[in-house]
């Protein structure tokens, strides 16, 4: 079974400074957040209802994360 990991993203740490580096590593962080939200989603959205007691939530709460959008916590 794969890991489910919606409700917190990555350890991923904003980088101080404005030069082009930390710009390009904040901007590489925040593709791998998405990655990670829209895979977690996709994945949620397959579960049944044994597998959504198990974590705690039903079919209403997972069709309610699956609608959100992958840039929204």
């Known amino acids: 079974m794969q890991a489910l990991n919606i409700l917190s993203a ?32 996709k994945v949620l959205a397959s579960f049944d209802d044994r597998l959504l007691s198990d974590i705690g939530i039903d079919a209403v709460e997972r069709d309610r994360e699956c609608a959100k959008p992958f840039w929204k916590a």
């Open 10 to 41: 990555p350890d991923v740490a904003l980088r101080r400074g404005n030069g082009l580096k930390a710009l390009l590593a904040n901007a590489r962080d925040l593709l791998y957040i998405w990655h990670v939200r829209a895979k977690s989603r």
